[in-house]
């Protein structure tokens, strides 16, 4: 295995040029701990593992004995059920954000675009340029999930082709005025639909809470 953070290595290296002797470690806590590392890492896979038979396999394995299935076998089977499971998500997400757009169409000073799939609401108007098709205007903007939870650093400023962007966000920032701050709602056909992306489940609806600093930004 290649060691590809240096600063884990330096402390190393380091005790070794001035003649220090590392410290004899406790293997039992060492041990422990890799515990803890392997299960952050299967509780990544989405999947309902049993933590007691996880074990029985490693012992199992230790003493020279055969799985009780494959290896592909395990993984075409984990495989299986990331998608059931991916599958089931998609379809709650997208009746959320269905849901939440017809509610939300109801409100007082919500402007409904492409077909009802983009709502925004002017926070406060602007005054200066406007944006238009095919420029690349320079925003300030915090995205959310439906619960508030933030997706990437809040207040990002940054320069965003109209062309080059998911449709949703080019269609609620066409016509903003420089200085205008709208609250943009973004159904998932419209955004990233069913693609799994960091920290962005599938099939969700996005919020664009966004300021358009420059009419054109570039």
């Known amino acids: 295995m290649k060691i590809r953070n240096l600063s884990l290595i330096l402390p190393i290296v380091g ?23 392997i299960h952050r890492n299967f509780s990544l896979l ?32 984990i495989h299986s059920e990331q998608d059931k499971k991916f599958k089931l998500l998609s379809k709650v997400n997208l009746k959320q954000a269905e849901e939440f757009l017809a509610f939300n169409a109801k409100k007082e000073g919500v402007v ?30 915090t995205v959310k999930l439906l619960d508030g939870v933030e997706i990437g650093p809040p207040n990002l400023e940054e320069p965003i082709g109209l062309d080059e962007t998911i449709d949703g966000l080019k269609a609620g920032l066409l016509g903003m005025k420089e200085g205008e701050k709208r609250i943009l709602y973004i159904h998932p056909d419209l955004a990233y639909g069913a693609k799994v992306l960091p920290s962005l489940y599938p099939n969700v609806l996005l919020t664009f809470e966004v300021e358009v600093l420059k009419a054109k930004g570039r």
């Open 15 to 37: 005790s070794c040029l001035f003649g220090e002797v590392p410290a004899e470690p406790n293997m039992a806590h060492v041990s422990e701990a890799f515990g803890h590392i």
């Open 46 to 77: 989405n999947v309902p593992f049993d933590i007691g038979k996880i074990i029985e396999g490693i012992q199992a394995a230790a003493a020279g004995k055969e799985g009780l299935i494959t290896e592909k076998e395990c993984i075409d089977a």
């Open 112 to 141: 409904c675009l492409e077909e009802g799939k983009v709502q925004y609401k002017v926070v406060s108007p602007g005054k200066g340029a406007e944006v238009k098709k095919h420029s690349s205007p320079l925003i300030r903007c």
